[in-house]
């Protein structure tokens, strides 16, 4: 066979080419199977695929050899049936200059042909980073030369931004690894990160994040950072940049809320409540520019609860006296809270007894007109009609419960009148009854033992229906049934 032929031989009968289990996978704008640096320590392993037809004996052995640019840098022999495990051959690591090298292999078959293998590019990378500018010192254009303190880290997101100078070499994949330290070149390491294409197309900026720093105390911090190519060569230590760190919390002071209709009382009298309920911010809360504040009185989930933001600079609010009245009868729970991180800073907590109106200053239901006296049930034709007067702090958020109670020949006999009833705004204006009449039925009336005594009473439910009392909190009804 002619070389001609051969040629033609191999074109016809191509294999896969080589493969680098070492070779590091591809990425966007990157270099084609790139070696890692530590790999070429030691022989590196290429992978040959067996052709088809493959029958060796010791007569009529088989092998490969293994070409880089060209030149013959390694091969294998075989004389029975080869294992996958086996076909593979190691080249030296002085075959692996810097650059990109073409490898290829040829079989020599056991009938004498030859094939040749397609090409497998791979890239040596063995030159470090070069650090930019002033050795590769890392600003902060958000502080200058301030010091880092946490009025900082709070109004810049809770960061330190650092700015790299452009460096030489630069590429996808390359590692920067960043230290925060109170020793030059301690290397703490704070994290790493892995550029991307996209990254290379803008200013190298990182941040150091304002847990790390105040972890990591007060006082001379030093900031620096080294450069990893993909293939693991490193650069030099940038040279640090100095910082004066002054960023641990001050203690945060917030007494509670101050209450001048109170002084140091935790009881409150609605009786002696006929406004909003001023409350202040007391001069020593520590409440910093830009930060976002609130006031809150009772629980957030409750009926009446009061929730408003607070204003830079301003330290006088007022509980709206709908939202006092509701928690009658109630612990409230009066504070402020700034709004910083992920959990909300609460003041000292005040926590205020909120007493109702007493009995003996509520009115009392009347039957027919009157507040007590004898009832006549014989005399009556109709249905006699309940009203109730109104009271301080009366509103549409209350309901009203009224129950008649009196004796038959069974025993006591109850008979509710209202029951849950919201008061509407006629109710509030002019009193229970004043609308929609509210009779008691004269067939329950008929029910009862001469001589006996007819009691009507009344509860109020100041938060809408949601807690009651459990006695009556208006003045009582008696009447004599004749």
Not at 36 to 56: G, M, N, Y
Not at 433 to 452: A, H
Request: glycine share 8%; aromatic share 8%; hydrophobic share 40%.
């Amino acid at each position: 066979m002619d070389n001609a032929d051969i040629v033609r031989v191999r074109v016809a009968n191509a294999l896969p080419a080589p493969t680098a289990p070492a070779a590091l996978p591809n990425i966007p704008g990157g270099v084609p199977n790139l070696m890692p640096i530590k790999a070429l320590a030691d022989p590196v392993r290429l992978e040959f695929t067996l052709w088809q037809h493959s029958r060796p004996t010791p007569t009529e052995p088989e092998s490969v050899e293994i070409f880089c640019e060209g030149v013959k840098v390694g091969d294998r022999r075989w004389t029975q049936p080869l294992p996958e495990s086996e076909r593979f051959v190691e080249i030296t690591p002085d075959c692996f200059s810097e650059g990109t090298l073409q490898f290829h292999y040829v079989g020599h078959v056991y009938n004498a042909s030859e094939l040749r293998s397609d090409d497998l590019t791979l890239t040596v990378d063995k030159t470090p980073p070069v650090l930019g500018a002033n050795n590769g010192r890392l600003q902060f254009p958000e502080l200058g030369d301030s010091d880092l303190t946490e009025d900082f880290l709070l109004t810049h997101g809770n960061r330190l931004l650092a700015l790299m100078p452009d460096y030489q070499g630069a590429a996808p994949g390359d590692v920067i690894i960043y230290y925060w330290d109170s020793e030059p070149f301690e290397n703490n390491e704070v994290d790493r990160w892995v550029l991307t294409r996209e990254d290379l197309a803008k200013p190298l900026e990182f941040a150091y994040t304002g847990d790390v720093i105040v972890d990591r105390g007060d006082g001379m911090r030093y900031a620096q950072y080294l450069i990893e190519d993909r293939a693991g060569n490193a650069s030099q230590v940038a040279t640090p940049s100095v910082l004066e760190v002054a960023a641990q919390p001050a203690p945060r002071v917030l007494p509670a809320l101050e209450v001048p209709l109170l002084g140091q009382s935790a009881e409150l009298e609605l009786r002696k409540l006929n406004a909003a309920l001023d409350v202040s911010i007391p001069q020593a809360a520590v409440i910093k520019p830009g930060e976002a504040f609130e006031l809150l009185w009772g629980d957030e989930e409750c009926f009446g609860a009061w929730r408003e933001e607070g204003v830079p600079g301003k330290n006088d609010y007022a509980v709206p006296l709908r939202n006092v009245v509701a928690m009658a009868s109630k612990q409230a729970q009066l504070y402020y809270r700034v709004l910083v991180g992920d959990e909300p800073l609460p003041s000292d907590t005040r926590s205020v007894k909120v007493t109702p109106t007493p009995t003996a200053n509520m009115p009392t239901p009347q039957l027919g007109g009157r507040s007590g006296g004898n009832l006549d049930v014989g005399g009556l034709t109709s249905d006699p009609l309940v009203t109730l007067g109104t009271w301080l702090h009366i509103s549409v958020d209350q309901r009203v419960s009224l129950q008649a109670e009196g004796l038959s020949r069974n025993g006591q006999v109850l008979h509710p009148i209202l029951v849950n009833y919201k008061l509407s705004e006629t109710d509030v204006a002019e009193g229970i009854g004043s609308g929609v009449p509210v009779p008691i039925p004269l067939s329950y009336l008929r029910q009862l033992v001469p001589g006996s005594q007819l009691e009507v009473t009344a509860k109020l439910s100041y938060d809408n229906g949601t807690t009651w009392p459990l006695l009556p909190n208006f003045g009582r009804l008696w009447m004599n049934i004749l």
